[in-house]
């Protein structure tokens, strides 16, 4: 496997796996009741269009614990937008046969999401860890190789 520099959010294959979902939700939407387009069609195109909105916000943003938040949300946007499709076959705006597909799409995305954000949250603890060790390491009280033994060192 190839390790491959992303340079910009497209890049992401998450971000191109919830576009895919939003066109999705869109598509679908368009056979949706004109009762609806203010309603339960606006609600799902708002929730699906802001799973990829979020991933790149999260990805132009500062640091790594700023692009987690966001992805958290992106999340969360998941979850609401699932939360629609499934209430828009309850009252039969949308058949279970259509729904499926969508409902297997989010969760792609969603596992895709759950991945990314783990990967990012161990990166940090790695590198939280690291810096720990190397400000230990630059502790003034540790020994150095000028150092008297221990027994001879005197305690802060």
């Known amino acids: 496997m190839t390790n491959k520099a992303f340079k910009s959010y497209r890049d992401l294959r998450v971000w191109g796996e919830a576009m895919n979902l939003a066109q999705m939700c869109y598509q679908i939407t368009q056979a949706f009741p004109p009762a609806e387009i203010y309603g339960m069609t606006s609600q799902i195109r ?51 046969q259509t729904i499926e597909p969508l409902l297997r799409q989010c969760d792609v995305v969603g596992k895709m999401l759950r991945s990314l954000i783990r990967s990012l949250q161990k990166k940090t603890k790695e590198e939280i860890l690291k810096m720990d060790f190397v400000s230990t390491l630059s502790d003034s009280r540790l020994p150095t190789p000028d150092s008297p033994p221990h027994s001879a060192r005197s305690v802060r």
């Not at 916000?57 to 979850?79: D, V």
């Open 46 to 96: 708002r929730a699906a269009a802001s799973v990829p909105a979020n991933i790149a916000e999260g990805y132009g943003r500062e640091n790594r614990g700023e692009y987690i938040q966001f992805l958290k949300i992106a999340q969360g946007s998941l979850k609401e937008l699932e939360t629609h499709l499934l209430l828009s076959e309850r009252v039969k705006s949308i058949d279970n």
